[in-house]
């Protein structure tokens, strides 16, 4: 076994050196916070699940080459060091004693800052990705550790589907369940800071918390009526006098789907349906108004090749 710590070296095939990646998007079906630890975080729990919405993000490596390379078709993503993927790609050039150069080029489809996951889904893929072009011996254990230096959703969009998350949204427990629903996103055009949500959330003002071991029964009995019930986020109470387009859009979601709620800690809300048809009509009812719609299926992967 490799120690620690110690370089690897990149294998990759002759043939092989680019990898087209879809890297899957991230809800909350509900999200309770526990405390605020001594490090600044907050301890989470609740349950998370990929869906089928996903950037596509291409990875191309050059042995000898120098650098990470990262281009987005969206202006407002970083380039540089502060991109996530470019980070994840950095995280493992260190470990190559500059044996390779990586190309990566997204094309963004979760819209960013909405508390979907958009950027952790790319360093995820970005790590899965150059694992298997440079044909790493890295352990899932081990890109998980990697993944929680990025941030702290990056270990969920490594493996996806639907799970319980605990600590700061890095202790996870799969939920075997094959979601029977459609989902429906949507995301105002305005941003929210996740620190800022947090920094401001008073234990005191929530009112109701998810039962989240109901919600995982729920899920694993494909009971939607019992996952509509328990579909609560304590950061709502937050969210929603901070910004009232927010909580009037969650209105009108509730009114036309079997459940709805904030994801994470907005803009998005996210609503679900006994169907596609269902979710589609709404999506319909609401395009009217100035946000972003999306409606389609969890997805059992936070990562996928690209068909």
């Excluded at 970005?126 to 254990?141: A, E, W």
């Excluded at 108004?289 to 997805?299: I, N, Q, R, T």
């Amino acid at each position: 076994m490799m120690k620690e710590g110690a370089p690897w070296e990149a294998n990759p095939t002759s043939r092989d050196r680019e990898l087209t990646l879809q890297a899957c998007g991230k809800i909350n079906l509900c999200l309770d916070v526990v405390r605020r630890r001594p490090d600044g975080y907050h301890d989470i729990r609740g349950i998370f699940q990929s869906i089928s919405l996903a950037d596509e993000v291409t990875l191309r490596v050059t042995l000898g080459g120098r650098g990470i390379h990262l281009r987005c078709d969206h202006p407002g993503v970083p380039a540089g060091p502060t991109n996530l993927a470019w980070r994840a790609a950095q995280l493992l050039l260190d470990r190559l004693n500059g044996e390779a150069g990586v190309e990566i080029h997204i094309v963004k489809r979760i819209p960013i800052a909405a508390g979907l996951g958009g950027g952790s889904a790319d360093a995820a893929a970005t790590l899965i990705g150059l694992r298997k072009l440079l044909q790493l011996p890295i352990s899932d254990g081990e890109l998980a550790r990697l993944g929680r230096e990025l941030g702290a959703d990056v270990p969920f969009c490594l493996r996806g589907g639907t799970a319980l998350a605990e600590g700061i949204g890095d202790l996870l427990e799969d939920i075997p369940c094959t979601p029977a629903y459609a989902v429906l996103v949507l995301t105002p055009k305005l941003y929210v800071s996740t620190a800022e949500v947090f920094r401001a959330f008073d234990p005191g003002k929530v009112d109701r918390r998810p039962s989240v071991e109901g919600m995982k029964r729920h899920l694993e009995g494909s009971c939607l009526p019992g996952i509509a019930e328990e579909m609560v986020n304590v950061l709502e109470t937050v969210t929603f006098p901070l910004h009232p387009q927010v909580a009037e859009l969650a209105e009108r979601m509730k009114r036309l789907a079997c459940g709805a709620v904030m994801s994470g800690s907005g803009p998005s809300i996210i609503g679900l349906f006994a169907d596609l048809d269902g979710a589609q009509r709404a999506m319909a009812a609401l395009e009217g108004e100035d946000v972003f719609l999306w409606c389609g299926h969890p997805s059992p992967r936070g990562v996928r090749e690209a068909t």
